[in-house]
């Protein structure tokens, strides 16, 4: 395909969680290339400054409502997951790994960890929960956590998080199509825009 | 009317601009009214910690970026101003004052004074230019801000700005609808099915 979106994304925001279950629909819909691009958020946050809406307890509280709204709109489950706030390194380490050997499983995989992660509000940073969730998803566990550990992933993924502050993104999910940057779930309708401009 | 829809607002906000530019049309197709609360976005902040997204340098380049998107979905010009940042204080407290004092008119004060400031970047937190835009839009300038240095007014201001924090408010622009809150010029459409269900 020569058209495509890219996805930037970290399994602890439930606002790319709310993206990721709406985005291969819209890139289907225009015949465009879904690309599923991993990150760590907190690296993202570290080097530009930012911080989780949490930190401000207001507007915390106000996020869950209005991605609950959301959620409703596109009706699709929501749990905010009690384990919060999750390290995602090892988890994120683990997407890189298996998306360097099997991307064609990838999107499964993504739907799998996200759906237990804010569709079931399971504890995705415990290992002990993390293998069966991939297990029963059809995935070789102990494989893709192996994976995780694997240097030249550790690094990748340093790199694609770094590549992505160069690039603009400040959070997640950003969606990158027709050569510009669209930031948030709530953007999804420009997303959109763009790929039918493509 | 029975039925309404309150819009917070700082005349600092071009986010707020955006949401004034619709929310009459959105009342008015709804048979809502549509009530104006001015309150100071700096009181808002140092209430609840929350910040400035400009304060993040990429995110307030994204911004920029998001907000002309949104113009130009509106069909409204949207000039940055180029004297930002601007103390509102005192325009607020004129915001305030008229009001109080012309309630009838106050949602053409907030038209002709969003349409200096963030149509066409006029610097509003200085009197020898708002007096000519208050004379413009047929307005009595020299009482409008003499009203704003009314101790009555400066504590109504105060008053309001608490009573919003009180409610959940942790920025501009908010609008509360059916008992809701929505928060940003990117949610008139929860807002739209807010009043729809009144």
Same mark, same amino acid.
Do not use: W
């Given at each position: 395909?020569? +058209?495509?979106?890219?996805?930037?994304?970290?399994?602890?925001?439930?606002?790319?969680?709310?993206?990721?279950?709406?985005?291969?629909?819209?890139?289907?819909?225009?015949?465009? &290339?879904?690309?599923?691009?991993?990150?760590?958020?907190? *690296?993202?946050?570290?080097?530009?400054?930012?911080?989780?809406?949490?930190?401000?307890?207001?507007?915390?509280?106000?996020?869950?409502?209005?991605?609950?709204?959301?959620?409703?709109?596109? *009706?699709?489950?929501?749990?905010?997951?009690?384990?919060?706030?999750?390290?995602?390194?090892?988890?994120?380490?683990?997407?890189?790994?298996?998306?360097?050997?099997?991307?064609?499983?990838?999107?499964?995989?993504?739907?799998?960890?996200?759906?237990?992660?804010?569709?079931?509000?399971?504890?995705? *940073?415990?290992?002990?929960?993390?293998?069966?969730?991939?297990? &029963?998803?059809?995935?070789?566990?102990?494989?893709?956590?192996?994976?995780?550990?694997?240097?030249?992933? +550790?690094?990748?993924? +340093?790199? &694609?998080?770094?590549?992505?502050?160069?690039?603009?993104?400040?959070?997640?999910?950003?969606?990158?199509?027709?050569?510009?940057?669209?930031?948030?779930?709530?953007?999804?309708?420009?997303?959109?825009?763009?790929?039918?401009?493509?």
């Amino acid at each position: 395909m020569s +058209k495509g979106i890219e996805f930037y994304f970290d399994f602890g925001s439930p606002a790319a969680y709310l993206a990721s279950t709406q985005l291969p629909r819209i890139a289907a819909a225009a015949g465009a &290339e879904l690309i599923y691009k991993p990150v760590l958020l907190g *690296g993202i946050f570290q080097a530009t400054g930012n911080v989780s809406p949490v930190t401000v307890p207001a507007k915390g509280r106000y996020m869950m409502i209005d991605l609950q709204r959301y959620a409703a709109r596109y *009706g699709v489950p929501l749990v905010f997951n009690p384990q919060f706030p999750i390290n995602t390194l090892q988890l994120m380490r683990c997407a890189i790994g298996a998306q360097l050997s099997q991307p064609a499983r990838f999107p499964a995989l993504v739907e799998a960890l996200y759906h237990a992660m804010f569709g079931q509000g399971r504890n995705l *940073g415990d290992p002990a929960v993390l293998g069966p969730i991939l297990t &029963e998803a059809g995935f070789d566990a102990a494989a893709i956590v192996a994976g995780g550990t694997d240097p030249v992933v +550790k690094d990748r993924l +340093k790199q &694609e998080t770094e590549a992505a502050v160069k690039r603009g993104l400040f959070g997640v999910p950003a969606m990158f199509g027709d050569g510009a940057m669209f930031f948030g779930q709530d953007r999804l309708d420009f997303v959109r825009e763009a790929l039918g401009r493509l």
